[in-house]
């Protein structure tokens, strides 16, 4: 029997380090082999890609077209070589991140071309997607004070307000189009009211 493909999607500070070994241990506990993984990253390739978007480099400023293509170019390795061998193996497999955030980051923040980046993904991952997303929603002002709390900032976290707004919007129109696919939270409630509702929505995934 193939495992499931769960994804955890939002802006940053939103909670999903904190979610995703809350839902491994549940699951677990169930019976289920779990598997837990980040994107960009996941393999030593897609970790060597991950290293190049995530570090600033004055020297060098990534452009956005190059962005979109190891931002795919990481996810397809990661998908081919793991995540789908996984899952015909029974694994479920718990994800940081998929395909959702470069609609919201390269789309909506980047402002690039919806059908530039179906095109790229058509190549990428062809008609693969998730089982169920959980879309983790937080004001981004409150998430960019939970971020800086951790530390130095990534190359993706010392942007602006306004294009976190923007990936924002573009994470909550796609959920609203997509009700079946996406789970929207309140990610201002506590940890353990998060987690309620992420087990609710995983206790009606695996009783289907």
Sequence with gaps: MSGFFI??????????????PRIKDFLEHTGRKVLCLREP???????KIRDILKTP???????????????????AQLVETLIKP????????????HDLSTLAYQGGGRGMSNADIAAVRGVALGTFRPDLTFLLDLDPLEGM??????????????SEAS??????????AYAA????EVKVIDAAQTEDL????????LEMLYAV
């Design 7 to 20: 994804t955890l999607e939002g802006g940053e500070g939103a909670g999903k380090s904190t979610q995703i």
């Design 41 to 47: 990253g996941g393999t030593p390739v897609a970790e």
């Design 57 to 75: 480099d004055a020297m060098d400023r990534l452009c956005d077209k190059t962005e979109l293509l190891l931002m795919y170019a990481a996810r």
């Design 86 to 97: 996984k899952l015909a193996e029974g694994f479920d497999i718990i994800c940081d991140r």
């Design 145 to 158: 004070k939970r971020a800086r709390s951790r530390g130095s900032l990534d190359r993706f976290e010392r």
């Design 163 to 172: 294009f976190f707004e923007r990936v924002r919007a573009t994470y909550l």
């Design 177 to 180: 189009k997509h009700p079946q």
């Design 194 to 201: 998060v987690f309620s509702e992420i087990r609710k929505a």
